[in-house]
């Protein structure tokens, strides 16, 4: 896994990753990938946030792995969620991994259970393909496009000038594209199943999570039994409920620290956690440092 993730959890044994918020990390990174550096490295893997994958390259030596040879043009949406098996994809010759994270293509005021529930170009990271990969073939003619895109990503990543997160997620945005194009039959599966009950969650997070909420609060404002809600919602979108719930409160956290001067202790209780103590244990265990910190980071 790249440094842009770190492990949180794990989940029968298999590690689950979650991209990274802090004010160093760019909401897009990019990894490449040669005959020397595979992705996964073949270790069996979760990741709670989207991952595009593209063959510049087919690797060297006999295919292996269920989805036969890799061809130029190759792309794999990977699903979130899903215990992903590297060994399943045969060798890269070359390519690349984007990684990003899916609440910066709503914008730093909106929270990401928002981006996952309505953003169009995230439908084909919901799909239910067995293994998690959704493999896509880009036409010849727009490879070219995709590797320069990719180009001017690394570029803007590395040279950080003002304004780089936004060109990022502006080409990103541009990848996002061709994928929801190539992938119109699940995006209509998706469309036509209409996500009613992710819906429903989300609205009651934001509805509610400046007070009390609970896993049980959710699951009776919808009739169902928590387990069965658990089940469901990390499913479709890789986290629990009341990961949901932690990560609205810690994305309006981040925006009180950083663009407000409430003192601490007023930021939690405007994300519902008002014991001072615990909301910096939460904001610890969500992002490796404290609240003051954070902002201290974000102002400087």
Do not use: K
């Not at 990103?172 to 995006?187: I, K, W």
Request: proline share 10%.
């Amino acid at each position: 896994m790249p440094d842009m993730a770190s492990p949180v959890r794990f989940r029968a044994g298999v590690p689950v990753y979650r991209y990274r918020t802090d004010p160093a990390t760019p909401p897009v990174s990019v990894l490449r990938f040669d005959p020397d550096r595979q992705p996964g490295h073949g270790r069996r893997h979760i990741h709670d946030f989207p991952v595009l994958m593209y063959v510049e390259r087919a690797g060297p030596g006999e295919p292996s792995g269920p989805f036969g040879p890799l061809a130029e043009g190759d792309a794999f949406v990977v699903a979130p969620g899903a215990v992903i098996d590297p060994t399943s994809v045969a060798a890269f010759g070359g390519g690349t991994g984007m990684f990003f994270d899916p609440a910066a293509l709503g914008g730093e005021e909106q929270g990401p259970w928002s981006t996952w529930r309505a953003h169009p170009l995230l439908l084909p990271f919901l799909h239910r393909i067995p293994g998690g990969l959704l493999r896509l073939s880009v036409p010849p003619a727009r490879r070219p496009v995709w590797t320069a895109t990719i180009t001017a990503i690394e570029s803007e990543l590395t040279d950080r000038a003002d304004g780089y997160r936004q060109a990022v997620l502006a080409h990103l945005t541009l990848l996002l594209v061709d994928v929801a194009r190539l992938a119109t039959d699940v995006v209509g599966d998706l469309r036509r199943s209409n996500e009613p009950l992710l819906a429903e969650v989300f609205e009651v997070i934001e509805r509610r999570y400046a007070e009390p909420l609970s896993l049980r609060d959710v699951a009776d404002s919808l009739g169902l039994t928590p387990g069965h809600l658990t089940t469901v919602v990390r499913r479709r979108t890789g986290r629990t409920v009341v990961d949901w719930i932690t990560e609205r409160r810690m994305a309006e956290a981040r925006r009180l620290l950083s663009g407000t001067d409430l003192p601490v202790a007023q930021v939690g209780r405007r994300v519902g956690l008002p014991d001072p103590g615990y909301f910096a244990r939460v904001f610890r265990a969500t992002h490796g440092t404290t609240p003051r910190t954070w902002r201290n980071a974000a102002h400087g």
